[in-house]
């Protein structure tokens, strides 16, 4: 039998479609999208070193197999033995709220499983050999929380190798939400950019910031606290979701649009997609349109969460000790729409990025880590921590355990910057649209 998620919330805001839900979401192009994932499996990209960061050539030393083209997303997680890169107690880098075994977790099969694609072999992460790679040179994860997740992995996956110096407070930017780390013997800067929205915000309540307080959005503007910081990157890895199914109002030309359950009279409910939508695309052409960046952008497709029985803020969980097979659950529902909205984007971003000789590559995870449900810590991890004095009692299921299957992004990264090619369906797409 065929099982979806039911709970369409998170930990930042209760979702529940709008029966005004906007169609000028571009339904028909969506569904020749999807059409074409399915005549099109992968189509090779040109090899990063032929643009920008310097000259870089990532592609010294391929061995034949490693040569074949292959769409990497396309796959399933197969039980693996081996165990994770590393544990809370080999890195001390791994934040409190996603040590999922420091605070006894009592499963641990969430961490015997791998990524295996279909047609090829998804290389292990090799840290010395990814130092190599972005030795001189800078990253940048913009975007939310789990981004955030993400790059907390990265710098687990390299401890083994070199320690980093965190050189946060040598800048004047926000040391919590903009954290910078320096490899010394290999003149690499690693960073996160914390900006869940991507574009402009503000709260409309006056008296700041609550976990479901209204936002104003300003979706023509990209937020300058992370545009102003990314002009010299090498790489950027760019992400958002979450967030935008939270109460919003949406702004144009300084002018309300619309909103997302605002239930304010007079304001047209435009869903989340349409906030969405835009600030994808204020954020991807504002950075590839930047002066002066020559860098390599990846986006990283939206992260699904996985609340069930429940509401994230009644008592919704995710137990799950193993992960969802194809036959088990379907990308499908409001999952699938935020998806393809972001891909749409992705496409028309990537046109104009081709016309400056920059490369903008995608990193598929939506699918794949939709079946992953026992990969968050759920309550292992918030029960130990307290606001205000009070017990934190919601259940996270929106980020990931470290280690974990979020590891395998970094195994993605990876081999993109070796192989210089990615999943596209530019070329393709072009004779439809």
């Known amino acids: 039998m065929m099982l979806r998620i039911k709970s369409l919330e998170n930990l930042h805001g209760k979702y529940t479609p709008s029966r005004n839900t906007t169609k000028s979401v571009i339904l028909l192009p969506l569904i020749i ?25 990532l592609n010294n030393n391929r061995s034949s197999s490693d040569t074949k083209r292959c769409n990497i997303f396309n796959g399933d997680w197969v ?22 075994i420091k605070f006894g977790r009592p499963d641990m099969e969430f961490l015997k499983w791998r990524w295996k694609p ?17 030795k001189g040179k800078s990253m940048a994860f913009v975007g939310d929380s789990v981004g955030r997740n993400q790059m907390n992995s990265l710098l687990c996956l390299i401890s083994h190798v ?32 914390w900006s869940p929205y991507l574009v402009k915000t503000s709260d409309v309540d006056p008296n700041g910031h609550s976990s479901n307080s209204l936002m104003n959005l300003h979706l023509d503007k990209a ?21 935008f199914f939270r109460p919003l109002i949406f702004y144009e030309n300084d002018t309300i649009v619309g909103c997302h ?37 990846f986006l990283r497709t939206f992260s699904p969460a996985h609340f069930e029985n429940a509401d994230w ?21 409001y999952i699938l729409w935020t998806y393809m909205t972001q891909v749409e984007e992705f496409i028309e971003a990537q046109r104009e990025a081709k016309e400056r000789g920059l490369q903008l590559l995608m990193m598929n995870t939506t699918e794949i880590m ?22 934190v009692i919601h259940n996270d299921c929106v980020h990931w355990c470290l280690p974990g299957p979020i590891d395998t992004w970094n195994e993605f990264l990876l081999y993109l910057l070796k192989m210089g090619s990615q999943f596209s369906l530019n070329s393709k797409l072009e004779r439809f649209v």
């Open 162 to 193: 070199a320690q980093p110096e965190d050189i946060s407070q040598r800048y004047k930017t926000d040391a919590i939400y903009f954290r910078r780390w320096f490899y010394a013997d290999y003149n690499f800067t690693l960073v996160t950019l």
């Open 33 to 57: 999208l999807l059409l074409i994932f399915l005549v099109y499996p992968y189509q090779s990209f040109p090899k990063i070193s032929e643009v920008g960061t310097n000259n870089l050539n």
């Open 313 to 333: 803020n009644k008592g919704g969980s995710c137990e799950r000790t193993k992960p969802y097979t194809k036959e088990e659950i379907k990308l499908d529902g």
């Open 118 to 134: 279909y047609e090829c072999e998804l290389p292990l992460f090799n840290a010395t050999q990814f130092l190599e790679i972005v």
């Open 79 to 100: 039980p693996y033995s081996e165990g994770p890169y590393y544990n809370n107690e080999t890195c001390n880098l791994i934040i409190d709220q996603q040590n999922c």
């Open 261 to 297: 359950k605002c239930e304010l009279k007079g304001i047209k409910d435009l869903s989340h997609y349409y906030g969405y939508k835009m600030a994808m695309r204020t954020a991807l052409r504002s950075l590839i349109n930047l002066k002066g960046y020559k860098g390599v952008t």
């Open 223 to 243: 937020d300058e606290a992370w545009v102003r910081e990314i002009e010299s990157f090498d790489f950027v890895i760019v992400s958002a979701g979450q967030w």
């Open 370 to 391: 939709l079946r992953r449900p026992d990969g968050h810590p759920n309550n292992y991890v918030y029960g130990h921590h307290s606001s205000k004095g009070k017990k």
